[in-house]
């Protein structure tokens, strides 16, 4: 495992002081972005599963430490909202419109499933609007999660060193 995990910390905080100061006042369809959410789908997308399910664990305790969400709960539903895709990463290299849209939602649908679950588990009340407003918010989120993913895949193609050798 490469230690780019933990080079992203700087980048999710400022997600996390963005997502509590900018996006907690600018709702999207009666919806709060979760730019930290949206960003961990991105690279979960992206990168190796190890190290996309350590960016989710500590970007999931990051986003807990802020709310009043049960602690870990975020991290758990982040990381199985990852696992769940990984199965179906294969067929990224043959897509990059249609699968990425799909992964996106079902590791959105996942996580969100995941992270009610554990918040009723762990006695926290979830209320009938989380419910109603469920498919706009994994929608929303996975559609911002994708220009992410697609400029990940530039940055990534751009320092890639290049295949072509040089026959002198």
Request: charged content about 10%.
């Amino acid at each position: 495992m490469q230690f780019r995990p933990f080079l992203l910390i700087p980048i999710i905080l400022v997600l996390l002081l963005l997502q509590s100061t900018f996006f907690a006042y600018f709702p999207i369809g009666g919806i709060y972005l979760q730019a930290t959410v949206t960003f961990v789908i991105a690279w979960g997308l992206w990168a190796e599963p190890v190290e996309s399910l350590t960016v989710a664990f500590i970007a999931g305790l990051l986003i807990d430490l802020l709310s009043t969400a049960p602690l870990g709960g975020s991290s758990i539903g982040l990381m199985i909202g990852l696992l769940a895709i990984q199965p179906f990463r294969v067929l990224l290299r043959n897509s990059r419109l249609v699968i990425p849209i799909l992964l996106a939602l079902g590791s959105m649908l996942t996580f969100r499933l995941a992270a009610l679950l554990f918040q009723r588990i762990a006695g926290y009340p979830t209320s009938a609007e989380m419910w109603q407003t469920l498919p706009t918010t994994i929608t929303l989120h996975a559609l911002v999660a994708l220009p992410q993913y697609w400029l990940l895949r530039l940055i990534s193609a751009g320092t890639r060193p290049s295949s072509r050798q040089i026959n002198l």
